[in-house]
């Protein structure tokens, strides 16, 4: 670590080059915010953490490991989560508190003006409510007392500890941790995972350009068979019904609303690569589960790594700042892991509403809306008075004077929390699969693995069943709210739900004790009962991996962990594979037609590039850069006429899929040819690689997109850039264009070895040593040993007493 001194001369280097920016749901707004230089800031060079902490609940150690990942140890488990508030809160307070201000509404305090809209959207969604109901459930649980335990260590440390330098920056402190902040956590992972408005994209599309485009673009069903459950098996039940039922519009199809809503969706490329094999194929003889969720990249990373030790429990992984227990990874037992299903459990309404604006119609008579006003704090403004309106069915979002109701699974108390809470006590696969039955919210795919041999997939959380006049629908559509079409029998937003109008848990898609088994987002099964969503992911990592399981179990060699740490850096691009042949012909006709155009070497050179490549998106690849810049031209070239025209922007493009398999007598190859819309793309591509005079793939794909929440204005904070390999396509997952990759990777054998690691570092703070001491060693998936031994003397010890 460097020297105080030192310490005092980057930051003050960094603060003089100019310090101002905050990056918070797209927003930029803390310019000109920062606090003056005070002792205070300075102080925050010197942070270091208490070796002796008094608690209310007993003893506890913590020992940090050289990744800077602590392990606590205690005898009764209060003591120990009031460590893991502690620590949790010394190495990553500022992120806790921003990631509470953006689910509250409460950014604009900081922000100023600029955030107002956000700060509405998450008011009106009230989440906050939703954590509200949630907490009132979980603190009659046995997890209850835990969460109070560790919001107790969050406030100690707050009050003993020195801020980081962000809050020095900024001028402020934050308000206490509650239980129903980390409430407030789940309620935004399950959000970022499950929020979706794609009914209102595929109607307003459906209203601009017809629906033909929207069958033609946005299938339902892609026409892939790697599915998740790929044979039929006793474990094997239900998905989708046949659904019936269109879009019905209402008054709700302008892209002011329909453009604000999108901003908080899902962030695009949002997935998770997921696989367990049995102890048949591998070396051991133990199952291998390999896990790597591609969510957000950012500074610090989103996930916070960490080992528990108590008479109930050994538990070690990642879990997100602000919840006390572990999200996914290892006990002494098993191994557990979520990918994102895809699922639909977010339902948009339409109302006839009076002229006042004060009523609306439901079950054949006028209802008020339930109405609360909120008051957005502002900085450098006057405060923001917000009327939060709801209906029977959850929040009411308007914009422009379109208004629309949302129904969201994550409105309603759920147990969640209950869940992970047995997860890391379980001692097997039937108590894990009993607790599996409170995993309500996120829909996921758990893929699980234990000691005893015995594997296990199931699509966790709960999926609505939708009826209109007694025939199930399918939930991509907008519903009727004043006819009551399409309702969720037993779902009462921010009170306690019922499982009547839900999938029942028995009939979700599972399979205990899979061979094989791999998930990428991909469709669950190919012949569905029950409707579950049309979000799944494009078939090109999904197939990747099955063929590479495929081959290892045929070949009869047993894997090993080095194995699945090999396939998770797999860069192998599908994409590729279906379209460069097919440009390479398209190329070649160009050429040899080169009297009627200019750049005919260009061309050439081109070619024998991609001829050549093999198809890997490694970052010191030529080909990879080709081929990247190539495919976004190309879906540019092929629908941007028609959207530009119907003032739909890039958001509301196709998949990649659909572009690859596009027909070349499809109504968007009228004016151009296929053939020929591919060689202007290729055109267009090198003309960008030569103004921005990249040489390789990695020259455009590096991490200069993972940021810091002040990384436009302070870049001292962000990471260094580096190239890295992968694509949106392949199985090591990297999306420069959303900064959205693998924020965690793990390979673990149940019982045996585990190995991890996170994209950047597990503390928070910029002079940390382990500020992103591990970002070298993710990009090259060099994971460190993840295991569960206590060594050495404590860093601190937490003894008993009034904190």
């Not at 002494?332 to 895809?342: A, E, K, L, Y």
């Not at 597990?762 to 460190?784: I, P, T, V």
Request: charged share 30%; with cysteine.
């Amino acid at each position: 670590m460097p020297s105080s001194t030192t310490r005092r001369g980057l930051l003050a280097g960094a603060l003089a080059a100019g310090v101002g920016g905050l990056t918070l749901t797209g927003a930029r707004e803390l310019l000109g915010q920062f606090a003056p230089l005070s002792g205070t800031a300075w102080d925050a060079a010197d942070r270091s953490l208490s070796d002796r902490v008094a608690s209310p609940y007993g003893e506890a150690t913590v020992r940090y490991d050289g990744n800077g990942v602590p392990s606590i140890d205690a005898d009764e488990e209060p003591a120990a989560y009031f460590a893991v508030g502690y620590v949790q809160a010394f190495d990553r307070l500022a992120q806790l508190d921003l990631q509470r201000r953006v689910m509250r509404g409460q950014v604009s305090e900081l922000a100023g003006e600029g955030t107002l809209e956000d700060d509405e959207f998450h008011v009106a969604m009230d989440f906050a409510g939703a954590a509200e109901a949630t907490w009132k459930y979980v603190a009659e649980t046995p997890a209850g007392p835990l969460v109070e335990a560790y919001a107790d260590g969050v406030n100690a440390a707050i009050e003993g500890e020195a801020l980081p330098l962000e809050f020095e920056l900024l001028g402020y402190e934050p308000d206490p941790w509650t239980p129903v902040d980390s409430m407030l956590m789940e309620k935004q992972i399950s959000w970022d995972l499950t929020g979706n408005f794609g009914e209102l994209r595929r109607a307003l599309v459906a209203d601009r350009l017809g629906e033909d485009v929207l069958e033609e673009l946005f299938p339902e069903r892609l026409d892939h068979d790697v599915p998740i459950l790929r044979e039929p098996t006793d474990a094997e039940t239900i998905e989708e019904t046949e659904v019936t039922g269109s879009v019905s519009d209402g008054d709700v199809l302008d892209p002011a609303l329909t453009d604000w809503l999108s901003r908080f969706e899902s962030p695009t490329g949002v997935g998770s690569n997921s696989w367990v094999v049995s102890g048949e194929h591998t070396e051991s003889g133990r199952p291998i589960v390999a896990y790597d969720p591609h969510l957000t990249l950012m500074v610090p990373p989103l996930w916070y790594e960490q080992h528990v030790e108590t008479p109930e429990t050994s538990v070690r992984g990642a879990t997100f700042p602000g919840v006390p227990f572990v999200i996914a990874g290892a006990n002494d037992r098993g191994t557990w892991s979520f990918t994102n299903v895809g699922a639909d459990v977010l339902d948009c309404y339409t109302y006839e509403i009076d002229a006042d604006g004060e009523r609306y119609r439901y079950d054949g008579e006028w209802r008020e809306f339930d109405r609360e006003e909120r008051e957005i704090a502002v900085a450098g403004g006057d405060d923001r008075t917000v009327e939060v309106r709801k209906t029977v069915h959850g929040p009411v979002l308007e914009r422009e004077d379109r208004t629309v109701g949302v129904a969201w699974t994550g409105h309603t108390a759920t147990r969640t929390t209950e869940a992970i809470y047995e997860y890391e006590r379980s001692d097997g696969l039937e108590e894990l699969l009993e607790a599996t039955r409170k995993f309500d919210l996120p829909t996921q795919n758990l893929v699980y693995a234990d000691a005893d041999g015995r594997t296990l997939y199931y699509a966790t959380g709960k999926l609505p069943i939708r009826e209109i006049d007694g025939e199930t629908v399918s939930g991509n559509r907008l519903f009727d709210g004043s006819a009551g079409e399409g309702e969720w029998e037993g779902f009462e937003p921010f009170g306690e739900s019922s499982w009547d109008g839900f999938v029942p848990f028995e009939e979700k898609p599972h399979a205990i004790d899979p061979d094989v088994l791999a998930t990428a987002n991909q469709r669950v099964v190919d012949d569905p009962d029950h409707y579950v969503g049309v979000a799944y992911a494009t078939p090109y990592r999904g197939a990747r991996i099955y063929d590479r399981l495929d081959d290892a179990v045929e070949s009869d060699e047993p894997t090993d962990l080095e194995f699945h740490r090999e396939l998770q850096n797999d860069v192998y691009d599908g994409r590729a594979e279906q379209l460069v042949p097919e440009l390479l012909e398209a190329l070649a006709e160009r050429i040899e037609d080169g009297d009627e155009h200019d750049g005919e070497s260009d061309l050439e050179d081109a070619r024998e590039v991609l001829a050549d490549w093999d198809y890997g998106m490694d970052a010191d690849s030529r080909g990879a850069l080709l081929f990247a810049r190539w495919m976004d031209r190309f879906r540019e070239l092929v629908v941007e006429p028609d959207f530009g025209d119907a003032d739909l922007d890039e958001s509301y493009y196709p998949n990649d899929w659909v572009i690859a398999t596009l027909p070349a007598d499809s109504q968007f190859f009228e004016d151009r040819s296929r053939a020929e819309t591919m060689v202007d793309a290729l055109e267009d591509a090198r003309d960008e690689i030569d103004a921005a005079d990249w040489e390789t793939y990695g020259d455009w794909n590096s991490t200069r997109v993972i940021e810091h929440p002040f990384g436009a204005e302070a870049p001292f904070l962000n990471y260094p850039e580096r190239p890295a390999d992968g694509s949106r396509a392949t199985v090591k997952n990297y999306r420069v264009d959303s900064a959205v990759g693998a924020s965690w990777r793990m390979v673990v054998e149940p019982g045996g070895a585990a190995t991890a690691v996170l994209p950047g570092g597990n503390s928070g703070d910029y002079f940390s040593d382990h500020y992103g001491d591990q970002l070298e060693d993710w990009l090259a998936n060099d994971q460190k040993p993840m295991d569960r031994s206590l060594e050495g003397e404590p860093d601190v010890v937490f003894e008993e007493g009034s904190s």
